[in-house]
T-cell receptor, first 116, second 110 residues
Framework: GAGVSQSPSNKVTEKGKDVELRCDPI?????LYWYRQSLGQGLEFLIY????????KSGLPSDRFSAERTGGSVSTLTIQRTQQEDSAVYLC??????????????FGSGTQLSVL | ELKVEQNPLFLSMQEGKNYTIYCNYS?????LYWYRQDPGKSLESLFV?????AVKQEGRLMASLDTKARLSTLHITAAVHDLSATYFC??????????FGKGTTLSVSS
């Protein structure tokens, strides 16, 4: 596809269940980000993959959160034992480093996660 | 830890008036980005500012960067309803993740 694709677009789950959120970045983009946006809040950085480098996991809020990126392309964000405070829109973005270090992010439409 | 602060967080504007949004950041980075988010939509890139004194303009929006003051401004000229959205600034340091401010929600009314 032409853009960043995320699935599912909506996910309703029960407290304590595990969820997996998927992101298909733009082909050829070397960097991939996951952010979380709670209602009326800004973007909270979660994790960053850049090429073959070790991911920057500094934004993950707890050890219940993990992410992987297979083959430098598709990424999965996993939340174990979901809690109500995990309810948010999870946004994925991919980017290509351009000249002068410019990095333009292209965002997916997000996954709205609701934990009941 | 890189911090990015925007103000105001909410701005109610009248059509035809001029306004400025401010973005302060805590790093020595000279790369700053502005994004727009419409309600229920994802983010869209507006401007990339890559050096001290950089100025970019598109339509009624103009962004500038002062790396010495660690400040970027987004100036809105003669606001129109179509500009109602949330605007985010974001900063990164070389090789690290892009960190966003909390966003400024603009509401333009006649």
């Amino acid at each position: 596809g032409a853009g960043v694709s995320q699935s599912p677009s909506n996910k309703v789950t029960e407290k304590g269940k595990d969820v997996e959120l998927r992101c298909d970045p733009i082909s050829g983009h070397t960097a991939l980000y996951w952010y979380r946006q709670s209602l009326g809040q800004g973007l909270e950085f979660l994790i960053y993959f850049q090429g073959n480098s070790a991911p920057d996991k500094s934004g993950l809020p707890s050890d219940r959160f993990s992410a992987e990126r297979t083959g430098g392309s598709v990424s999965t964000l996993t939340i174990q034992r979901t809690q109500q405070e995990d309810s948010a829109v999870y946004l994925c973005a991919s980017s290509l480093l351009m000249g002068q270090g410019e990095e333009k992010l292209f965002f997916g439409s997000g996954t709205q996660l609701s934990v009941l | 830890e890189l911090k990015v602060e925007q103000n105001p967080l909410f701005l109610s504007m009248q059509e035809g008036k001029n306004y400025t949004i401010y973005c302060n950041y805590s790093t020595t980075s000279d790369r700053l980005y502005w994004y727009r988010q419409d309600p229920g939509k994802s983010l869209e890139s507006l401007f990339v500012l890559l050096s001290n004194g950089a100025v970019k303009q598109e339509g009624r929006l103009m962004a500038s960067l002062d790396t010495k003051a660690r400040l970027s401004t987004l100036h809105i000229t003669a606001a129109v309803h179509d500009l109602s959205a949330t605007y985010f600034c974001a900063v990164d340091e070389a090789g690290t993740a892009l960190i966003f401010g909390k966003g400024t929600t603009l509401s333009v009314s006649s």
